[in-house]
Protein backbone atom coordinates (compact mmCIF):
# COMPACT_ATOMS: atom_id res chain seq x y z
CA UNK A 1 0.00 0.00 0.00
CA UNK A 2 2.90 2.24 0.49
CA UNK A 3 3.96 1.59 -2.82
CA UNK A 4 0.33 2.85 -4.24
CA UNK A 5 0.86 6.15 -2.42
CA UNK A 6 4.71 6.72 -3.17
CA UNK A 7 3.59 6.22 -7.24
CA UNK A 8 0.84 8.32 -6.89
CA UNK A 9 2.80 10.74 -5.15
CA UNK A 10 5.51 10.81 -8.23
CA UNK A 11 2.98 10.49 -11.05
CA UNK A 12 1.05 13.68 -9.11
CA UNK A 13 4.38 15.84 -9.24
CA UNK A 14 5.13 14.25 -12.74
CA UNK A 15 1.79 15.41 -13.84
CA UNK A 16 2.32 19.11 -12.28
CA UNK A 17 5.83 19.51 -14.03
CA UNK A 18 4.47 18.31 -17.36
CA UNK A 19 1.34 18.84 -18.01
CA UNK A 20 0.15 22.39 -19.00
CA UNK A 21 -1.50 25.13 -16.81
CA UNK A 22 -5.27 24.75 -17.38
CA UNK A 23 -6.13 28.12 -15.53
CA UNK A 24 -8.44 30.37 -17.32
CA UNK A 25 -7.03 33.39 -18.45
CA UNK A 26 -8.07 36.22 -16.03
CA UNK A 27 -6.36 38.92 -17.13
CA UNK A 28 -9.19 40.56 -18.89
CA UNK A 29 -11.68 40.19 -16.17
CA UNK A 30 -11.93 41.96 -12.58
CA UNK A 31 -13.56 39.59 -9.69
CA UNK A 32 -14.29 42.72 -7.97
CA UNK A 33 -16.03 44.58 -10.04
CA UNK A 34 -17.70 41.52 -10.92
CA UNK A 35 -18.97 40.86 -7.16
CA UNK A 36 -19.96 44.56 -7.00
CA UNK A 37 -21.84 44.24 -10.07
CA UNK A 38 -23.56 41.29 -8.98
CA UNK A 39 -24.32 42.56 -5.17
CA UNK A 40 -24.57 46.14 -5.89
CA UNK A 41 -22.62 46.71 -2.95
CA UNK A 42 -19.46 48.90 -3.68
CA UNK A 43 -17.56 47.16 -0.35
CA UNK A 44 -16.70 43.93 -2.41
CA UNK A 45 -15.80 41.91 0.92
CA UNK A 46 -19.38 42.38 2.29
CA UNK A 47 -20.64 41.02 -1.70
CA UNK A 48 -18.52 38.20 -0.94
CA UNK A 49 -19.55 37.41 2.88
CA UNK A 50 -23.02 37.93 2.34
CA UNK A 51 -23.61 36.43 -1.07
CA UNK A 52 -21.13 34.75 -3.24
CA UNK A 53 -20.25 32.77 0.42
CA UNK A 54 -23.05 33.01 2.08
CA UNK A 55 -23.56 29.33 3.04
CA UNK A 56 -20.13 29.72 4.94
CA UNK A 57 -21.71 32.79 6.70
CA UNK A 58 -24.06 31.00 7.69
CA UNK A 59 -22.25 28.66 9.79
CA UNK A 60 -20.17 30.69 11.11
CA UNK A 61 -22.90 33.11 13.31
CA UNK A 62 -24.12 29.19 14.03
CA UNK A 63 -20.43 28.20 15.43
CA UNK A 64 -20.11 31.74 17.43
CA UNK A 65 -23.38 31.11 18.83
CA UNK A 66 -22.36 27.23 19.65
CA UNK A 67 -19.35 29.15 21.67
CA UNK A 68 -21.55 31.51 23.51
CA UNK A 69 -23.39 28.44 24.42
CA UNK A 70 -20.63 25.94 25.50
CA UNK A 71 -18.86 28.89 27.60
CA UNK A 72 -21.82 29.15 29.80
CA UNK A 73 -22.33 24.92 29.88
CA UNK A 74 -18.14 24.70 30.83
CA UNK A 75 -18.71 27.11 33.23
CA UNK A 76 -21.75 26.27 34.94
CA UNK A 77 -20.49 23.77 37.12
CA UNK A 78 -18.02 26.19 38.66
CA UNK A 79 -18.28 28.17 41.90
CA UNK A 80 -19.38 32.00 41.31
CA UNK A 81 -17.21 34.29 41.83
CA UNK A 82 -16.58 36.09 45.01
CA UNK A 83 -14.40 39.09 43.94
CA UNK A 84 -15.41 40.78 40.86
CA UNK A 85 -12.51 42.86 39.48
CA UNK A 86 -13.18 46.62 38.15
CA UNK A 87 -11.78 50.18 37.63
CA UNK A 88 -11.92 51.98 40.84
CA UNK A 89 -9.81 55.11 39.80
CA UNK A 90 -12.09 58.30 38.30
CA UNK A 91 -9.89 58.77 35.66
CA UNK A 92 -10.03 55.08 34.12
CA UNK A 93 -13.55 54.96 34.79
CA UNK A 94 -14.02 58.35 32.65
CA UNK A 95 -11.53 57.16 29.98
CA UNK A 96 -13.12 53.85 29.88
CA UNK A 97 -16.73 55.01 29.65
CA UNK A 98 -15.38 57.52 26.28
CA UNK A 99 -13.61 54.84 24.86
CA UNK A 100 -17.34 52.26 25.49
CA UNK A 101 -19.17 55.27 23.49
CA UNK A 102 -16.29 55.78 20.76
CA UNK A 103 -16.67 51.71 20.34
CA UNK A 104 -20.15 51.79 20.19
CA UNK A 105 -20.72 54.69 17.83
CA UNK A 106 -18.03 53.36 15.36
CA UNK A 107 -20.19 49.84 15.98
CA UNK A 108 -23.51 51.50 14.43
CA UNK A 109 -21.77 52.87 11.89
CA UNK A 110 -19.97 50.07 10.50
CA UNK A 111 -23.32 48.68 10.91
CA UNK A 112 -25.35 50.99 8.68
CA UNK A 113 -22.75 51.57 6.10
CA UNK A 114 -20.41 48.35 6.18
CA UNK A 115 -22.24 47.32 2.52
CA UNK A 116 -20.71 51.16 1.38
CA UNK A 117 -17.14 51.38 3.37
CA UNK A 118 -14.92 48.76 5.02
CA UNK A 119 -16.45 47.25 7.74
CA UNK A 120 -19.58 45.17 8.42
CA UNK A 121 -21.65 42.98 10.69
CA UNK A 122 -19.02 41.16 12.38
CA UNK A 123 -16.74 44.14 12.95
CA UNK A 124 -19.44 45.82 13.84
CA UNK A 125 -20.45 43.40 16.76
CA UNK A 126 -16.88 43.38 17.77
CA UNK A 127 -17.00 46.97 18.25
CA UNK A 128 -20.20 46.79 20.16
CA UNK A 129 -18.55 44.03 21.89
CA UNK A 130 -16.43 46.32 23.09
CA UNK A 131 -17.97 48.98 23.98
CA UNK A 132 -19.87 46.69 26.25
CA UNK A 133 -16.52 45.01 28.12
CA UNK A 134 -15.83 48.76 28.50
CA UNK A 135 -18.99 49.23 30.59
CA UNK A 136 -18.77 45.59 32.17
CA UNK A 137 -15.43 46.42 33.86
CA UNK A 138 -16.74 50.09 35.43
CA UNK A 139 -20.26 49.04 36.33
CA UNK A 140 -21.72 47.38 38.99
CA UNK A 141 -22.29 43.33 37.28
CA UNK A 142 -25.61 43.31 39.37
CA UNK A 143 -26.78 46.35 37.07
CA UNK A 144 -25.64 44.69 34.02
CA UNK A 145 -27.24 41.91 34.55
CA UNK A 146 -30.81 43.95 35.24
CA UNK A 147 -30.24 45.58 31.75
CA UNK A 148 -29.61 42.37 30.02
CA UNK A 149 -33.17 40.71 31.50
CA UNK A 150 -35.01 43.66 31.29
CA UNK A 151 -34.76 44.04 27.34
CA UNK A 152 -34.80 40.47 26.73
CA UNK A 153 -30.94 40.49 24.97
CA UNK A 154 -30.52 36.80 25.10
CA UNK A 155 -34.11 35.98 23.32
CA UNK A 156 -32.84 39.13 20.83
CA UNK A 157 -29.59 36.95 20.11
CA UNK A 158 -31.92 33.71 19.14
CA UNK A 159 -34.37 35.28 17.42
CA UNK A 160 -31.43 37.66 15.44
CA UNK A 161 -29.97 34.03 14.61
CA UNK A 162 -32.75 32.66 13.30
CA UNK A 163 -33.79 35.32 10.97
CA UNK A 164 -30.12 35.52 9.78
CA UNK A 165 -30.63 31.79 8.73
CA UNK A 166 -34.54 32.52 7.26
CA UNK A 167 -33.11 35.25 4.73
CA UNK A 168 -30.23 33.87 4.05
CA UNK A 169 -31.80 30.82 2.95
CA UNK A 170 -34.28 32.88 0.73
CA UNK A 171 -30.96 34.55 -0.64
CA UNK A 172 -29.48 31.14 -1.45
CA UNK A 173 -32.99 29.99 -3.15
CA UNK A 174 -32.29 32.92 -5.61
CA UNK A 175 -35.19 35.64 -4.15
CA UNK A 176 -33.11 39.07 -3.91
CA UNK A 177 -34.51 42.14 -3.27
CA UNK A 178 -33.84 45.39 -5.56
CA UNK A 179 -30.36 46.33 -5.40
CA UNK A 180 -30.86 50.22 -5.72
CA UNK A 181 -28.56 52.91 -6.97
CA UNK A 182 -24.84 51.68 -6.23
CA UNK A 183 -23.14 53.58 -3.80
CA UNK A 184 -25.91 55.22 -1.73
CA UNK A 185 -27.38 53.65 1.72
CA UNK A 186 -30.23 51.82 0.38
CA UNK A 187 -28.24 49.25 -2.14
CA UNK A 188 -27.36 45.98 -1.69
CA UNK A 189 -30.54 44.50 -1.05
CA UNK A 190 -30.58 41.92 1.45
CA UNK A 191 -27.12 42.68 2.37
CA UNK A 192 -27.36 45.87 4.88
CA UNK A 193 -30.11 43.98 6.55
CA UNK A 194 -27.94 41.00 7.04
CA UNK A 195 -25.02 43.13 7.98
CA UNK A 196 -27.43 44.48 10.59
CA UNK A 197 -28.67 41.64 12.04
CA UNK A 198 -25.12 39.91 12.48
CA UNK A 199 -24.19 43.06 14.11
CA UNK A 200 -27.20 42.73 16.38
CA UNK A 201 -26.30 38.97 17.16
CA UNK A 202 -22.27 39.68 17.77
CA UNK A 203 -22.59 42.41 20.15
CA UNK A 204 -25.49 40.53 22.11
CA UNK A 205 -23.59 37.36 22.14
CA UNK A 206 -20.70 39.45 23.43
CA UNK A 207 -22.57 40.79 26.29
CA UNK A 208 -23.54 37.21 27.32
CA UNK A 209 -19.93 36.08 27.25
CA UNK A 210 -18.83 38.80 29.21
CA UNK A 211 -21.46 38.47 31.93
CA UNK A 212 -20.67 34.58 32.07
CA UNK A 213 -16.93 35.24 33.25
CA UNK A 214 -17.76 37.96 35.14
CA UNK A 215 -20.02 35.86 37.13
CA UNK A 216 -17.46 32.76 37.61
CA UNK A 217 -14.35 34.18 37.00
CA UNK A 218 -14.58 37.91 38.26
CA UNK A 219 -12.33 39.19 35.60
CA UNK A 220 -13.13 39.66 31.76
Known amino acids: MKLVYILSGIALFVKMLIMPDSAPNLADISITETVVQESGVINAVSGIIFRNRLYDTIFE ?5 IAIL ?17 FKDQPSIILAR ?21 GGGFAAGVAGGTAIGLIAITSSYQWMQDIYQRYHAAIWEKVSVLVFIVLSVITL ?48
Do not use: M
Not at 61 to 65: A, D, Q
Not at 70 to 86: R, V
Not at 103 to 111: C, F, H, K, P, T
Open 61 to 65: VIVFT
Open 98 to 118: LGATIAALVGIELAIRGHLSP
Open 173 to 220: SGLELPHGELGTLFSGGILPILNIIVAVKVALGSWAVVLIFIRYRGLL
Open 70 to 86: GSNFLLANENLSCTIYQ
